[in-house]
């Protein structure tokens, strides 16, 4: 089965055309970030009018890059939320015109159960555990994209429980957050890991350790507010901040990422392992922007290879917004709903 995926939840312009939910045909991704890096952040009107230009040159890039023409597309699927909801519109209100006008099956699909779906896609440099070509279930996946931190457990396609997730800021948002406050630039997730990686082994540790927020709770959730706070606490108090030579701050500036990118990473891995253990699966799946920082990934493998459990993380370049785990998602979950009557939840919870 041929399936047009389109995704506009956020910031990037997407669509692709994937084979039986594995197999990518086609990628098309058209991103508006070098005009949010200016703003240090998305500004949703900015990001639905770029996306309102690019949509059909993408839409029709992907056929073009596949190979395909309209006709042997066999349905449409499209993010209808969460997202922001000007963009949301752009892409669903693009698929409705699309299905009504060449005759295709619609599927709405939700974006934060999609991500998952990015390791049901062959790839080869998706990394896992195990010599499995597709994960096993029942699962615990861990999304971390944007605005949302969700722990669930996935007992199999369609089936999903939630456990836990952000109860303020999520991870994604505190690498955000935090690179403004060094000043890193924007996105903060790739900002704070490129910065992180610039330190030697001795230096990769700060005089006083940043927060792991709830880690040994005993619950799922998570809370990134109060080590963003420390953070900013530390930045405006610490003499070594406020007074270093320029040589020395970059120095800092430096262990400071390291070491919010160690609290993170720390929190997020062990909060996953704990609901591995505690549902009895095999499997652990990750998923969102997040899940394409490579401490993160390096930490999760070593916990997983000690404690004998299979691994799937997508290629970075699946773990960002695409359509490719989009159109995956439907081919598994084929949900079909007439087009007059699929509609935009920017508030769409994973489950």
């Known amino acids: 089965m041929i399936i047009l995926g389109i995704e506009t939840s956020c910031d990037e312009t997407a669509a692709a055309v994937v084979k039986d939910g594995t197999k990518i045909l086609a990628n098309?991704?058209?991103?508006?970030?070098?005009?949010?890096?200016?703003?240090?952040?998305?500004?949703?009107?900015?990001?639905?009018?770029?996306?309102?230009?690019?949509?059909?040159?993408?839409?029709?890039?992907?056929?073009?890059?596949?190979?395909?023409?309209?006709?042997?597309?066999?349905?449409?699927?499209?993010?209808?939320?969460?997202?922001?909801?000007?963009?949301?519109?752009?892409?669903?209100?693009?698929?409705?015109?699309?299905?009504?006008?060449?005759?295709?099956?619609?599927?709405?699909?939700?974006?934060?159960?999609?991500?998952?779906?990015?390791?049901?896609?062959?790839?080869?440099?998706?990394?896992?555990?195990?010599?499995n070509k597709v994960p096993e279930f029942p699962a615990i996946g861990l999304v971390v994209s944007g605005g949302h931190t969700d722990l669930v457990l996935v007992k199999d396609h369609g089936k999903i429980k939630w456990l836990g997730g952000t109860r303020d800021d999520a991870a994604g948002e505190c690498f955000d957050k935090t690179a403004r406050v060094l000043n890193l630039g924007y996105p903060g997730g790739p900002a704070i890991s490129a910065e992180a990686e610039k330190l030697k082994t001795e230096n990769r540790k700060l005089k006083t350790e940043l927060p792991r927020p709830m880690i040994n709770e005993d619950n799922f959730d998570f809370s990134f507010s109060g080590l963003k706070t420390a953070v900013i606490n530390l930045v405006k108090k610490q003499p070594s901040f406020a007074k270093a030579s320029e040589g020395q701050r970059k120095t800092n500036v430096s262990q400071m990422a390291f070491e919010i990118q160690e609290a993170i990473t720390d929190v997020l891995v062990a909060k996953t392992i704990r609901a591995a253990q505690e549902h009895q699966v095999k499997t652990i799946l990750l998923a969102g922007g997040v899940a394409a920082n490579s401490r993160l990934r390096e930490k999760m493998k070593k916990k997983v290879q000690a404690q004998d459990y299979q691994l799937f993380v997508p290629s970075p370049k699946l773990c960002t917004d695409n359509a490719t785990y989009i159109a995956a998602c439907a081919y598994f979950n084929p949900q079909f709903v007439p087009w007059e009557k699929v509609k935009v939840n920017p508030g769409l919870r994973i489950c």
């Open 28 to 131: 098309v991704v058209a991103s508006s970030v070098e005009l949010h890096k200016k703003t240090g952040g998305i500004i949703p009107e900015i990001a639905a009018r770029e996306q309102s230009k690019w949509i059909i040159p993408v839409i029709g890039e992907s056929l073009r890059e596949a190979k395909v023409k309209n006709q042997k597309i066999e349905a449409i699927a499209v993010t209808h939320g969460p997202g922001l909801i000007g963009s949301l519109l752009v892409g669903v209100e693009t698929a409705k015109t699309l299905a009504y006008a060449w005759e295709k099956p619609l599927i709405p699909i939700n974006h934060l159960q999609a991500h998952l779906y990015a390791n049901w896609l062959a790839s080869q440099d998706k990394e896992q555990t195990t010599k």
